[in-house]
């Protein structure tokens, strides 16, 4: 297994995800109909392309959703470089983008830490039509004692994720608890998606890279990436996955983050191991 592997699927992911016809509507209109328009999302399995695919980019479709994936400096936070920042895909013009799609009920979401010892708070909360929070389904302060790529696995005793809303989730670094105002927050948006009769045949005939090439064909961000990490940091040492996990981020304009090490929360996939 070979670059070869990863650019090939990066190829496939770009031709996997077809925007909606809402992508273009005026904001107000386009927030009507986020969660109804969910069989427009639903991932397919392309055929199968003839001779050597070319090298692509994975885009997320632009859903012109508020939020960003890079916190910066704030009245009561330094600035740090790299700063918080979601990992998360861009968007067909090339402009970071803080939306993915799942197949999972319980997925998980990945993120940067950019100082040791950060007092973090998770958030995921449901929303209306029109993007406005509306419940918190799981909320969870974290510490993160050093520096790097932090994963946190939805718990199954929280109920699973509906196919179709849309979900906000967040993560803020607190500066000073007395003065929440200060926090420096970042903000993505996630979606449950069905699967097709012919993505559930090859999942159920595929595990490891062969499961990450069939979530790549299928343009399912959270599951990629997730997947991805949970192979690197059980195989530290493997160079092919080391360079797949670093052309990856690269890819999606977070190539600055290749090197930073994989953070063990305890209770995400990562650290079980689970794929």
């Given amino acids: 297994m070979t670059r070869t592997w990863i650019k090939k699927c990066l190829g496939l992911m770009s031709a996997a995800i077809v925007l909606p016809v809402w992508a273009t509507e005026p904001p107000a209109h386009r927030a009507e109909r986020a969660v109804y328009d969910v069989q427009q999302l639903q991932p397919t399995l392309p055929k199968p392309r003839k001779g050597k695919s070319a090298l692509g980019t994975f885009r997320a479709p632009n859903r012109g959703l ?35 799609t799942t197949l999972k009920g319980h997925p998980e979401f990945l993120w940067f830490t950019p100082t040791p010892n950060a007092q973090l708070e998770f958030k995921l909360n449901t929303v209306d039509d029109e993007g406005i929070d509306q419940l918190t389904i799981y909320k969870t302060s974290l510490v993160a004692q050093n520096a790097g790529i932090q994963s946190l696995s939805l718990p199954q005793e929280v109920s699973a994720l509906a196919v179709g809303p849309m979900y906000r989730w967040s993560v803020a670094m607190i500066c000073n608890p007395e003065d ?61 996955l080391a360079d797949q996990w670093s052309e990856v981020l690269t890819h999606v304009g977070l190539g600055n983050l290749a090197s930073q090490p994989l953070l063990c929360t305890g209770s995400d996939s990562i650290c079980s191991g689970a794929l």
């Avoid at 890079?70 to 920042?85: H, K, N, S, V």
């Avoid at 595990?207 to 990436?225: N, T």
Wanted: hydrophobic letters at 35%; charged letters at 20%.
């Fill in 66 to 100: 508020p939020g960003s994936r890079e916190g910066g400096a704030t009245r009561g936070c330094p600035a740090y470089t790299p700063a918080l920042t979601m990992l998360t895909p861009l968007t067909p013009e090339g402009k970071p983008s803080n939306y993915g």
């Fill in 180 to 240: 929440r105002s200060g926090d420096i927050i970042v903000e993505g948006w996630l979606q449950r998606v069905e699967s097709s009769p012919d993505l559930s045949a090859a999942l159920a005939q595929s595990a490891g890279l062969e499961r990450l090439d069939v979530y790549a064909k299928a343009g399912l961000w959270y599951d990629l990436v997730g997947g991805l990490a949970t192979l690197r940091q059980t195989s530290l040492t493997d160079p092919t």
